[in-house]
């Protein structure tokens, strides 16, 4: 099943690169005239081509490299590595099960992999999969810090993964993880191998070759590198036996491909009591080939229940490094301690949930924070004027992820969502993620919207959908994000803090990123906008809006340039009040942004853009026809396979796409557009109440049950997915909207409140179900239902559902 999600299509404009062409030929030609009567003809000819090649060669240079030229200005990560001595080490590796990694570009990571020695289905654990099928795996609690707690349960073991930094020093500080193995069907003897590993990407900084050796219950290895000075690394069984424990020194071909390697160093031994097992030896091709030592599995058969502590030592810090039993004190202190942090900033056992649901509330976030990642290096970009792709600038990405398993990396606009619940736990994450995200934007304000950075990143994205391009936008959450921090803590970015300090630096790149969208996606009417990158193949019931985030959501049948899009006008409302309160607190000149703002904020203008007094609600507008459906053509030539194409019977017309009724009629209700007297409002609350429509029992549908696309497959591989489905942002932004108007006076004041009750018991009590009945938050929820979709665990987000029960905004 491959998603198309959030992935750029590469799109063309000839007509540019023309007219770059023939503007260079002019002003040439006057240059060339006056070296005519010096120069024989045919040196003229070949000078005056060479000129032209140069000058057309040269400018096509400089726009070439404009798509991967950063943006001029200071960045806005100042601080980073050992200077953030506290965000240091982490479970920065999202995609995996469990694995540690500092903010080092060139970090040594840590992780762990696992299998059942005694089952037939000998499947190594390692990367977050959802083929392994594990009925319910994720952290409980993590502060995004100091620690952190995760279950996994694969059955019929029970792994709980914990870790716990101990500061200070200047490389670092220690830490320690904790692996403790529990099963339900104990057998006499209940054997399980654990593998903890090291590697690292690069050998030249000077790292290892680590040392590493055995004394009894205890694997040690030693290791240095420049920024980590001395390290030392133990494995103790806290309790529990080792069975049996091998090692290799192996030369891994990457990040990769760890797991890969790992199958190659296995070979089968005697053992004098178990039998025949298959334990890592040593590295036969790294040795032939004099390869350098970058991978070093430890693998330990182990009789369970089994506790692992995995000792992480700085040499540079004198304090005893945690371990046993003052490690599980510590653990637990760590626990209470976060339990009374989250019920004081989101008071959930105050509101009367039950201890289950503050759990899975807890759960959300601690999988937010946990799912934070630290990546680093550079995406492949493509503009209207570079031939092929070409790299971006290498560079970190300290972000959280949409989805460990199916979407482990960065996405621009879910990051924005993310912001929001990360910023109530921590603002200076919050802060530190956004300003990660506004170092990646280049001289034009574009900035990438999906992220894969790093072998390991690239190695989950099918090669055809790695390319971004400098046209593809992408909703600007994050300005709202971070306009939302601003107005919440305006005492934070009174004087100079950090905090303001940080807003600053971001200041004019948030501009820049503003600029870009209005000079890029422009639609052909004042104040119109529309989303670039709508491509008709011929093969889609209706051509995709990526760049939208809403995908597969309809709009017009035929992408033209005529169309505009309701919500982008919307977003780019929305982003201009948030750059305009922005400015305001840095006091900045707002008064541009504000502008703006009642411009599109000006009902009347809107209504002519895009109110349907047919239907009485907000839609795009395009080239439309709803006479369209997919078909299969059975080819002439008996040997080709049948192909399934779209067909049209009404030809399309200029106008409203009035049949696709959902989240896109809503966004100026969403974004706070209207104002609370708007008669218009009145009409969208309405129609919102209505089951036949967006309304369920688990929240808002994103498309109307009586719209002809609800439900619909876009191809004859795209399932529908923007197309009925019950999504946590959208409804997120609904209660967000009906919080506002219901505390506004205006005459729809009490519907709105009444509707906003309705609708976050709704869908607070459909996730909290869901996650009940199956283990996992989900990406989406069926609107028939309830049920939850799409990929698992989605704690991108869907953890918002947290911030819905605190009823934070
Ligand atoms: C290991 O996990 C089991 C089951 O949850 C628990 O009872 C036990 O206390 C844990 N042991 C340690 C040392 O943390």
Same mark, same amino acid.
């Given at each position: ?34 070296? =005519? ?5 045919? /040196? ?31 960045? #806005? ?20 099960? &469990? ?135 133990? $494995? ?30 296995? /070979? ?7 039998? /025949? ?28 229940? &089994? ?21 599980? #004190? ?11 942090? &989250?019920?004081?900033? =989101?008071?959930?056992?105050? /509101? ?67 912001? $929001? ?87 004019? @790149? ?44 309809? @709009? ?73 459906? $997919? ?14 194409? @779209? ?55 994103? $498309? ?16 529908? +997915? ?7 942002? #959208? ?33 607070? @009590?459909?996730?909290?179900? !869901? +996650? ?11 609107? !028939? ?25």
């Amino acid at each position: 099943m491959v998603r198309h999600r959030k992935v750029a299509h590469v799109h063309y404009k000839h007509s540019n690169n023309n007219e770059t062409s023939s503007s260079s030929n002019n002003s040439d030609t006057s240059l060339a005239s006056r070296t =005519f009567k010096v120069l024989s003809m045919w /040196k003229t000819l070949v000078g005056c081509l060479c000129l032209l090649v140069a000058v057309y060669v040269g400018t096509l240079g400089y726009l070439e490299t404009r798509v991967n030229t950063p943006f001029d200005n200071e960045k #806005v990560v100042q601080a980073t590595g050992l200077d953030v001595p506290e965000r240091y080490w982490g479970s920065y590796r999202p995609g995996v099960y &469990f694995g540690m990694k500092s903010r080092e570009p060139k970090s040594p990571v840590f992780g762990l992999m696992w299998y059942d020695v005694t089952s037939l289905n000998k499947k190594v654990r390692h990367w977050c999969d959802e083929n392994d099928h594990l009925p319910m795996y994720g952290w409980l609690r993590h502060d995004g810090v100091t620690f952190g707690e995760q279950v996994i349960y694969d059955p019929p073991h029970t792994l709980i993964t914990s870790f716990i930094k101990t500061p200070g020093g200047q490389h670092g500080g220690h830490w320690t993880a904790r692996i403790n193995v529990t099963t339900t069907q104990y057998k006499e003897p209940s054997l399980f191998m654990l593998v903890w590993y090291v590697a690292m990407e690069e050998v030249r900084y000077g790292y290892g070759p680590a040392q590493l050796w055995v004394d009894g219950n205890t694997l040690r290895y030693r290791g240095h590198s420049p920024q980590l000075a001395n390290f030392k690394v133990q $494995l103790v069984a806290h309790s529990g036996k080792i069975i049996h424990s091998a090692f290799s020194e192996a030369h891994a071909p990457g990040l990769h491909l760890l797991k890969e390697k790992f199958f190659s160093l296995l /070979k089968v031994q005697n053992h004098p009591t178990l039998g /025949k097992i298959a334990m890592v030896g040593p590295d036969e091709e790294m040795i032939e080939k004099n390869m350098p030592i970058n991978f070093l599995p430890m693998q330990l058969l182990v009789e369970v229940p &089994f506790v692992l502590d995995v000792v992480y030592t700085n040499e540079d810090l004198p304090t005893p490094p945690l371990q046993g039993n003052e490690y599980t #004190v510590a653990l637990d202190e760590k626990k209470n301690a976060f339990d009374q942090e &989250f019920e004081q900033k =989101f008071g959930l056992i105050k /509101k009367g949930y039950s201890e289950e649901d503050v759990a899975i509330a807890k759960a959300g976030m601690s999988n937010m924070l946990g799912g934070i990642g630290y990546f680093y290096g550079a995406s492949r970009v493509q503009s209207q004027y570079t031939k092929e792709p070409v790299p971006y600038w290498r560079a970190p990405l300290y972000s959280a992820v949409p989805s460990r398993s199916f979407f482990p990396r960065g996405f621009l606009w879910d990051e924005g969502f993310h912001g $929001l619940l990360i910023g109530r736990w921590s603002p200076d994450i919050q802060l530190d993620i956004a300003a990660h995200w506004l170092d990646l934007i280049n001289v034009e304000g574009w900035i990438p919207r999906e992220q894969i950075l790093g072998v390991e990143a690239l190695a989950r994205v099918p090669k055809e959908f790695v390319v971004q391009s400098n046209s593809a936008a992408n909703p600007p959450m994050l300005l709202i994000q971070l306009a939302q921090l601003v107005k919440r803590n305006p005492d934070m970015f009174l004087h100079e803090t950090e905090q303001r300090k940080t807003l600053e630096r971001m200041y004019n @790149r948030l501009k820049a990123w503003y600029n870009w969208f209005q000079s890029t996606q422009k639609g052909q009417e004042p104040t119109a906008y529309r989303w670039r990158g709508r491509e008709d193949d011929g093969l889609q019931l209706n051509p995709k809006t990526l760049t939208s985030g809403l995908d597969d959501y309809p @709009r017009a049948s035929h992408p033209s340039e005529i169309e505009r899009h309701v919500d982008l006008r919307c977003w780019m409302y929305a982003a201009a009040d948030s750059l305009a309160a922005i400015a305001t607190v840095l006091d900045k000149q707002s008064s541009k942004y504000e502008a703006i703002r009642d411009e599109l904020g000006d009902e009347e203008v809107l209504n002519d853009l895009h109110w349907s007094p047919h239907t009485q609600t907000y839609a795009d507008y395009g080239l439309h026809t709803d006479g369209v459906r $997919l078909t299969r053509v059975i080819p002439k030539n008996p040997h080709e396979s049948p192909r399934v194409v @779209r067909s049209i019977s009404a030809a399309p017309q200029p106008k409203l796409v009035t049949s696709a009724f959902g989240y896109v009629s809503l966004f100026p209700m969403l974004l706070k557009v209207l104002s609370p007297q708007s008669e218009k409002l009145g009409k969208i609350l309405e129609k919102l109440d209505k089951p036949g429509l967006l309304w369920s029992p688990y929240g808002l549908r994103s $498309l109307s049950k009586s719209s002809p696309m609800y439900m619909r497959r876009n191809t004859e591989h795209d399932p529908p +997915y923007w197309r009925g489905q019950v999504w946590a942002n #959208v409804n997120y932004l609904a209660l967000s909207a009906l919080a506002h108007y219901g505390a506004v006076a205006g005459p729809h004041m009490q519907r709105a409140k009444e509707l906003h009750s309705r609708l976050r018991a709704n869908v607070v @009590r459909n996730i909290l179900a !869901e +996650y009940k009945r199956t283990g996992y938050l989900w990406e989406q929820y069926s609107g !028939e239902d309830g049920k939850g979709s799409g990929c698992k665990p989605f704690t991108g987000w869907t953890a918002l559902v947290t911030l819905m029960m605190a009823e934070e905004y």
